[in-house]
């Protein structure tokens, strides 16, 4: 969401998520040094924001706001917002119980962020791409602020055994164990699992021996399906070799892992770019036909300019590029 547009929305979401309790319109005012109306006017763009993440905000007369959903979502919520502000508002990061959240007055986030990097460089089972780094740092910070909520997070049975199946939580507990004393106090095994949760959401699966065999298989016939899916519209005989297979189902699987626990991505743009593979493009256009018509599931632009950059690859290796 393009932040000029949204500014407002972004400042009323904040004070909301940050609050312990209802916050009156008037306090909005007050605090954002605006009138009534603006607020009123733009508590619609404050719930699109809400809506990726599976948040509601609601209004109790005579109380006030209130941001309503699991406390996993609140915090994939604030991570992002934390985002939002570094590139466009930097100095409202400092202020208040924003700050706060993130331990910005002290040297911690990069102490977090150190130890995380020097985990996953010595464990190559699990990788993270860059621009994630930040963001497990961050959730580390935002637990411990936030650990009186920890209570708030709910995973199901079914969540619980597949997070013990991964390497992540042995990933999880070998790194808080490394982190500094003040982060190791009060620590509950729901910090554990949903940091955990979170690392399964930023990781990159190398190899489809990477996922658990009980779901290898559904996920690389849904891989199948897809492909045939497309072979009815085109043909792709040889493109998609088993190189393409095996990339396309550890791609599906991390699609997965975002579904299950409620991960909204928060991918940029592109830019726009002057070169369109049109074959790849439209291949792409009928993944996203496949999930519309067989789960009636829309799918979001970023998760087909993924998508899309999979299947041109695949072409390119057999000279159809463009």
Request: proline share 3%.
């Amino acid at each position: 969401l393009n932040y000029s547009a949204f500014s407002m929305a972004y400042l009323i979401l904040m004070k909301l998520l940050t609050a312990s309790s209802y916050t009156s319109v008037e306090a909005l005012v007050g605090s954002l040094f605006c009138s009534r109306s603006t607020i009123l006017r733009t508590l619609d763009q404050v719930q699109l924001i809400l809506n990726p993440f599976q948040l509601e905000m609601k209004v109790r007369r005579n109380y006030g706001l209130i941001i309503q959903g699991d406390e996993w979502s609140k915090r994939i919520c604030l991570i992002f917002i934390h985002k939002v502000f570094a590139h466009e508002n930097k100095p409202q990061i400092y202020t208040g119980a924003f700050g706060a959240l993130f331990l910005n007055q002290t040297d911690y986030p990069q102490i977090l962020q150190d130890q995380i990097l020097r985990y996953f460089g010595k464990h190559p089972d699990i990788t993270i791409p860059n621009i994630h780094f930040v963001k497990l740092a961050q959730y580390l910070a935002l637990a411990k602020t936030r650990s009186s909520h920890a209570g708030e997070i709910h995973f199901s049975a079914d969540q619980i055994r597949q997070l013990h199946s991964l390497p992540v939580y042995s990933a999880s507990q070998t790194i808080y164990a490394s982190l500094p004393a003040y982060f190791q106090e009060g620590v509950t095994e729901t910090d554990i699992l949903s940091f955990a949760a979170l690392i399964a959401c930023c990781m990159t699966v190398k190899h489809p021996s990477r996922i658990p065999e009980n779901e290898r298989a559904a996920i690389e016939a849904e891989v199948r399906e897809i492909t045939a899916f497309i072979a009815k519209y085109y043909d792709v005989s040889g493109i998609f070799d088993d190189h393409f297979h095996q990339d396309f189902t550890c791609y599906l699987y991390g699609l997965h892992l975002k579904m299950e626990f409620n991960f909204s991505s928060d991918a940029e743009k592109l830019p726009g770019s002057t070169k369109i593979g049109l074959l790849s493009a439209d291949i792409s256009s009928l993944f996203a036909l496949f999930y519309k018509v067989k789960h009636g599931v829309y799918l979001r632009e970023v998760d087909l300019v993924d998508a899309y950059y999979i299947f041109n690859s695949a072409l390119y290796k057999n000279n159809a590029y463009y």
